[in-house]
Nanobody
Framework: VQLQAFGGGLVQAGESLKISCAASGFRLGDYGIGWFRQAPGREREGVSYIRSGHGTYYADSAKGRFTISRDNAKNTVYLQMNSLKPEDTAVYYC??????????????????WGQGTQVTVSS
């Protein structure tokens, strides 16, 4: 069972980036997938969540700028990030679990974690 987040990079403020989370050894479609991020010196925070069925959820900081989606045929979940800001700079992690919707942003609710991908937004 493995999750791999990839696609991070260095972009300028205002630009877009799409990161991906690919699974091997299990079907992502059977799980809810959360994106979390952690900046240096800060706690890990939930960014977005997509249910195994329908339903997407966003942190206030991501609403209107980020879009989470999934392609079950490719066993992959995506996070499209637009209008990026320097404060979005962090290591982004994906996680698979079955959290209750009201607690999607709590990291302990997830079973499997990817290794993270660095997103850096320059001003």
């Amino acid at each position: 069972v493995q999750l791999q987040a990839f696609g991070g990079g260095l972009v300028q403020a205002g630009e877009s980036l799409k990161i991906s989370c690919a699974a091997s050894g299990f079907r992502l479609g059977d799980y809810g997938i959360g994106w979390f991020r952690q900046a240096p010196g800060r706690e890990r925070e939930g960014v977005s969540y997509i249910r195994s069925g329908h339903g997407t959820y966003y942190a206030d900081s991501a609403k209107g700028r980020f879009t989470i989606s999934r392609d079950n045929a490719k066993n992959t979940v995506y996070l499209q990030m637009n209008s990026l800001k320097p404060e979005d700079t962090a290591v982004y992690y994906c996680a698979a679990g079955r959290p209750i919707v009201s607690a999607w942003f709590i990291s302990s609710m997830y079973y499997y974690w990817g290794q993270g991908t660095q997103v850096t937004v320059s001003s």
